[in-house]
């Protein structure tokens, strides 16, 4: 699951370091997995449940990129149970908005080092 910075940040608050959540792919923050599972699930339940990152609460619906739209993960079979609607949708293309932008900035850091604000 890829992470915002504000997903993090609350994830932080639990008292989670982010070097046992979270992994960092070619500019992308996600969750890490553990025997195959997100680390924060327990083999029953996820322990961070009420403070999941934004994707997790909108799963099972993903952002196809080849049709570069929302739609219901394949994979998931409980997919039938969780509405497409349109609010969804929206919610899920600001989440990529989001994580894209944030994405670009931490890859234009790397390349020129942290920007300085009020300068």
Request: proline fraction near 5%; charged fraction near 30%.
């Amino acid at each position: 699951m890829v992470l915002t910075s504000h997903d993090i940040k609350r994830i932080e608050k639990l008292g989670h370091d982010p070097r046992f959540f979270m992994s960092e792919q070619n500019g992308w923050l996600r969750l890490k997995n553990t025997m195959g599972r997100c680390v924060f699930h327990n083999g029953t339940f996820c322990t961070i449940y009420e403070h999941r990152p934004e994707g997790c609460v909108l799963y099972p619906v993903v952002y196809d990129k080849d049709d570069c739209c929302a739609m219901r993960d394949s994979e998931c079979p409980q997919k039938h149970c969780f509405p497409l609607s349109e609010k969804t949708s929206k919610q899920l293309y600001t989440l990529i908005s989001v994580l894209e932008k944030e994405r670009t900035k931490r890859r234009k850091e790397k390349r020129t080092g942290p920007t300085t604000q009020g300068r």
